[in-house]
């Protein structure tokens, strides 16, 4: 039994009689209707002011709370759900309901002023024993905390990228079921400067030593038996920790032959200002391979077992092959292609002789310069006959060719020397009537235009005892040279052959220049 009293500043009081323990009042509202469907107000409580001066909005219900039927009624169910109603310049409506799964729906925002800090799934300001989601955007002013060993973070609506915590290890990204490539971790700078993102690993320890590793970035796969290797790696570490002297290195390491994983190239700081030092290969059967040039601008090659005085020459396989140091006042000499040291012959430790050979040679004119060996092939020769020249018996042609080292660069006195003989071999064509060869000395530069109007010659000798009027035949020469034989540093060499006849049978030579420094 309960009382109900008017009280004039309170309203009315409801209040039970029963003062036993546990003996609450109850106010039930009650529908007297027989049957009900969904969406049927069961009762209600209202909140108004119906005599607010301000009229208008301000009559209106400003607040209710509503039992509603979420289904119709039967037998074995009375689904409803309690809606909650309030009013900004409306009548009240519903803002707030608690089904009656006990699922509840707000149309606003929850704020929960309680600062209690989260430190496990049971605590916090808000706390669910369910899963929690979200269809927008997770902002936390601080920490994210992922208590299991085993926690994802998935991405993507087929949850195909996942970021996956491995205990006591790290992280892993994985790509499921993704086209090859994937996945990738892109570092992204949009800023419009001359800065670019940069991937810091941070070694923050105690006690630096030298040798302490900074940061590894290794490359695992697995072999055909399904055993999982380290087939490359980097790894930068400390080379030198000492205040003001701070050094590092850089290693990059593969797996040889064996799976060890083995350091192919080292950049290591020096002990000096400005000094990087660089190591490639591992052990002696490595090959490191240059496509381009390989530029020395300061200092020198070191390989390894090479002496003051070595040279180095590319061998038939492409290989720098060292040639040791020679004897004082050898030469060197070249058996087929390889080079060699050998005892200069002939004359005193000051000559040199230049030795003109192997070379093939046709003329176009008359009087025409040519560098000397020329093209490669054959030993050399000339013709007394070209196509548009006229021959008869009285035609004498003359071709002078300027003398070249080996390399095909024209042989320049580096410093005043003499020239002291000429020796040659010449077979003659069969129409070769007459063959004569004089050397000159010469300044200037030869014109391959068939002119001589940038060469100024001075004939060193009144012609090589080498003519003869027999067709056909081997001629050996050896003419002393005395006359304006002497040559001044950047005075080059000129040869002359003349013939006549009207043959054009061809006349090869072998030529041989003797002379010593001055």
């Known amino acids: 039994m309960g009382i109900i009293t008017k009280n004039t500043t309170s309203g009315l009081i409801v209040k039970s009689e029963n003062t036993g323990d546990n003996k609450p009042v109850y106010l039930t509202i009650q529908t007297g209707e027989t049957t009900i469907i969904a969406d049927e107000v069961i009762g209600e409580v209202n909140f108004q002011v119906p005599d607010e001066a301000s009229g208008t909005d301000a009559l209106l219900v400003a607040a209710g709370i509503s039992a509603v039927a979420e289904d119709t009624f039967a037998n074995d169910a009375n689904p409803t759900k309690l809606s909650f109603k309030t009013a900004a310049s409306e009548a009240a409506a519903e803002k707030m309901s608690l089904s009656s799964g006990g699922n509840l729906t707000l149309a606003g925002r929850i704020i929960i002023d309680d600062a209690t800090e989260a430190t496990s799934t049971t605590d916090g300001s808000l706390q669910t024993d ?148 660089v190591t490639i290969g591992a052990g002696a059967n490595s090959v490191t391979t240059i496509a381009g040039d390989l530029d020395v601008p300061n200092g020198g090659l070191n390989l390894g077992s090479d002496a003051s005085g070595d040279m180095y020459y590319r061998n038939g396989s492409g290989v720098l092959t060292r040639i040791a140091v020679g004897s004082d006042n050898h030469v060197m000499t070249l058996d087929g292609a390889v080079p060699g040291w050998e005892a200069a012959s002939g004359g005193g430790d000051n000559e040199f002789h230049i030795a003109i050979q192997g070379f093939t040679y046709s003329h176009t004119s008359n009087t025409y310069f040519r560098t000397i060996p020329g093209s490669a092939g054959g030993i050399g020769y000339w013709t007394t006959a070209e196509a548009g020249q006229t021959t008869n018996a009285t035609d004498t042609l003359t071709i002078d060719f300027q003398l070249a080292g080996p390399s095909g660069a024209t042989f320049i006195a580096p410093a005043a020397c003499t020239i002291t003989e000429l020796r040659g071999y010449i077979k003659t064509g069969s129409g070769a009537d007459i063959l004569t060869a004089r050397l000159y000395k010469a300044t200037g530069t030869d014109d391959e235009t068939g002119t001589s109007d940038a ?8 012609g090589a005892a080498i003519s003869a009027a027999t067709n056909g035949k081997c001629f050996t020469f050896s003419e002393s040279i005395s006359a304006n034989n002497s040559l001044s540093a950047g005075d080059s060499l000129l040869l002359g052959f003349s013939a006549n006849g009207t043959s054009t049978q061809k006349n090869y030579f072998t030529i041989t220049i003797r002379g010593a420094w001055s």
């Open 455 to 462: 060469m100024t010659a001075t004939q060193m000798n009144a």
């Open 130 to 277: 369910g899963g929690l989601s979200v269809a927008k955007d997770v902002v936390a002013g601080n920490d994210l905390l992922l208590l299991s060993d085993s926690s994802v973070i998935k991405f993507g609506e087929a949850s195909e990228i996942t970021l996956t915590h491995a205990a006591d290890v790290g992280l892993i990204l994985e790509a499921n079921g993704l086209p090859a490539g994937a996945p990738n971790f892109t570092l992204k700078n949009t800023n419009a400067d001359a800065t670019g993102a940069r991937l810091i690993f941070l070694k923050d320890g105690t006690s630096v030593a030298d040798n302490d590793v900074i940061g590894n970035i290794d490359f695992v796969s697995e072999d055909d038996g399904d055993n999982a290797h380290t087939y490359a790696s980097i790894v930068a570490s400390v080379s030198d920790m000492t205040g003001g002297a701070e050094g590092g290195k850089l290693t990059f390491n593969v797996a040889e032959h064996d799976g060890t994983v083995t350091a192919g190239l080292i950049l290591a700081d020096g002990d000096a200002d400005g000094e990087i030092d």
